[in-house]
């Protein structure tokens, strides 16, 4: 399974961008990045996924190297919600079907005044 | 739309005691399910996963027990839970290849 390594934490201004790195450096050609929040005592949340080309939806932004070991999660405007621990993720398929996402630690994302 | 149920949110239970927390999903069928479990300040493990009815692969060696009796039920088990099964149990549930959507989770207390 390819690993991922992520800062532990970081701090971000309300409504400045927060810019959350992955290292995947051993992802395989067909595995995605997939990158989730959890805010405390709750379930994680989905944001975003990608395989090669960036991708941008109501939530954030991914952006993923050319040769696929690193990315960035991009919150354009952070706000006190968005305080959360972020998972970046490498899917890895299982036969039969269905994805086992193998969580590491996360980045502790503090959105401060 | 999809949906998933994961109850009790929270449990208190005596070492050496049984266990069993349920999750169930709606607005889809054949989905494959997964349980994790987040220890106090820890990330979250994949504990088993099911692609189907009666399907269950574990993840690591351990004190509980997964089963699959419906194509949307998924049921975590233990017949005598330890200290150390205490922690946040999430359920989730995916497509064959779509991300994953998680339950507000249980939290477990072995006392």
């Known amino acids: 399974d390819a690993k991922t390594t992520q800062p532990p934490s970081m701090d971000c201004a309300e409504g400045r961008a927060a810019n959350l790195p992955c290292n995947h450096s051993t992802i395989s050609g067909n595995e995605y990045v997939y990158w989730y929040r959890q805010i405390h005592s709750q379930g994680p949340q989905y944001i975003i996924h990608?395989?090669?080309n960036n991708e941008t939806n109501e939530m954030a932004s991914l952006i993923i190297t050319e040769d696929r070991k690193s990315s960035t999660l991009i919150l354009p405007h952070a706000t006190l919600r968005d305080t959360a621990v972020y998972y970046c993720i490498v899917r890895v398929a299982v036969t039969g079907g269905g994805n086992k996402l193998t969580f590491g630690t996360g980045t502790q994302l503090k959105v401060e005044l | 739309s999809q949906t998933i149920h994961q109850w009790p949110a929270t449990l208190v239970q005596p070492v050496g005691s049984p266990l069993s927390l349920e999750c169930t999903v709606e607005g889809t069928s054949n989905p494959n399910l997964y349980w994790y479990r987040q220890a106090a300040g820890r990330g979250l493990q994949l504990l088993f996963y099911?692609?189907?009815?009666?399907?269950i692969s574990s993840e690591v060696p351990q004190n509980l027990s997964a089963s699959r009796p419906q194509d949307r039920q998924f049921i975590l088990s233990s017949k005598k839970l330890l200290l150390s099964d205490s922690g946040f149990y999430l359920c989730a549930w995916s497509g064959a290849y779509t991300e994953a959507f998680f339950g507000q989770g249980t939290r477990l207390t072995v006392v």
């Open positions: 099911s692609v189907g009815i009666g399907q």
């Open positions: 990608g395989l090669k």
